[in-house]
């Protein structure tokens, strides 16, 4: 059974940066896309992120050209980059592992950008 953990979040001034963590831990069996979302409170979850196994990236309009995805499969971890964080990026930022039948989510992160 495979579990993803995340980690790295916390509570930042707007303008500053954090870098979130998903670790999986198990055996995956194939290749994997790697999606984060966020909920922020009394809204619907939102993609926010992606990387295919191909490493194709794709970005939500909100946070492209500040968030930046990476993933290092020898470790079976992937990142997020936040940059120059706002205050409307507070949310609970949640992992994905997706391909086919496999279908994975972590716990989540929570973010709070101070004003």
């Known amino acids: 059974q495979v579990q993803l953990v995340e980690s790295g979040g916390g509570l930042v001034h707007a303008g500053g940066s954090l870098r979130l963590s998903c670790a999986a831990f198990?055996?995956?069996?194939?290749?994997?896309?790697v999606a984060w979302y966020r909920q922020a409170p009394g809204k619907q979850r939102e993609l926010v992120a992606t990387i295919t196994s191909g490493t194709s990236i794709g970005y939500a309009d909100s946070v492209q050209g500040r968030f930046f995805i990476s993933r290092d499969n020898a470790k079976n971890t992937a990142y997020l980059q936040m940059n120059s964080l706002r205050p409307e990026d507070t949310a609970v930022y949640y992992c994905?592992?997706?391909?086919?039948?496999?279908?994975?989510w972590g716990q989540g992160t929570q973010v709070t950008v101070s004003s």
């Open positions: 994905r592992h997706s391909q086919g039948g496999y279908d994975k």
């Open positions: 198990g055996r995956i069996l194939s290749p994997y896309t």
